[in-house]
């Protein structure tokens, strides 16, 4: 920040259970459904600063409980995704589920509208919203193996944002602008199709993004790097 270069953060990972119910399938095959948090797990990490993984337990005792409501088409993209959150929720809290709801909306997979058998690769384009920033998102998938309703696939996403200026979520009448950002990853996803959810996924991403902090007539400059590894699983 500035001139003053922090420390690597390491984050202590974190479990989330959330029961989907499917509550509508249109004629066209869109999926109408409801996500509800029911418990959230911080797991005591050596290597993660205890007044981390404190706040962490704090901001997740807010989450239980909060549902999110999505619409996903017949090919398996989420078109619409909103949260329903208490009015005075804390900010910490309120932007966990925020980057909750952008990851929720993520973990599909974006089958073509062709036929494809196996080897097949396509590409799906989409504008996503990450915790008030438009990105540009690519995905790549490649069919690696096809049994029965089940099939693997290995995905790879790169995103990028367009100079951009967004509302601080951390802090009230705080502006910031989105100098840059980058981010690059990719994992393996095993979907069933008669399923919502994937039975299980791995992503890896890389993110940098350069941004600058407006209060009033002072501006802070920013650049952060961040890794980060998500998992799902289906009970």
Do not use: C
């Not at 509800?36 to 981390?52: F, G, H, L, R, Y």
């Not at 590409?123 to 690519?138: C, M, P, R």
């Not at 400059?221 to 699983?233: L, P, R, T, Y």
């Amino acid at each position: 920040m500035g001139v003053t270069e922090a420390a690597p953060t390491k984050m202590p990972a974190t479990t989330i259970a959330i029961d989907y119910t499917v509550n509508k399938v249109s004629a066209e095959g869109e999926i109408t459904y409801e996500a509800v948090m029911t418990d959230t797990t911080v797991a005591e990490d050596s290597d993660a600063k205890p007044e981390i993984v404190q706040a962490m337990k704090t901001a997740l005792v807010g989450v239980k409980g909060m549902s999110i409501n999505g619409i996903m088409s017949s090919r398996g993209i989420v078109r619409e995704s909103q949260v329903k959150m208490p009015p005075d929720i804390a900010p910490q809290t309120r932007q966990m589920m925020e980057q909750m709801k952008d990851a929720f909306s993520n973990t599909g997979v974006g089958f073509p509208q062709e036929p494809v058998g196996l080897g097949a690769k396509w590409e799906l384009k989409q504008k996503v919203k990450s915790q008030g920033i438009t990105l540009d998102q690519t995905t790549v998938y490649e069919l690696l193996s096809l049994e029965g309703d089940r099939v693997k696939l290995k995905t790879t996403v790169t995103q990028i944002a367009a100079n951009q200026q967004i509302q601080n979520p951390a802090m009230a009448g705080m502006t910031v602008d989105v100098v840059k950002l980058q981010s690059k990853g990719g994992g393996e996803v095993t979907a069933d199709l008669a399923q919502l959810m994937p039975v299980q996924a791995t992503m890896g991403m890389h993110n940098e993004t350069a941004m600058a902090m407006n209060t009033g007539d002072e501006k802070t400059e920013m650049s952060i790097k961040m890794d980060m590894k998500v998992g799902v699983e289906t009970k």
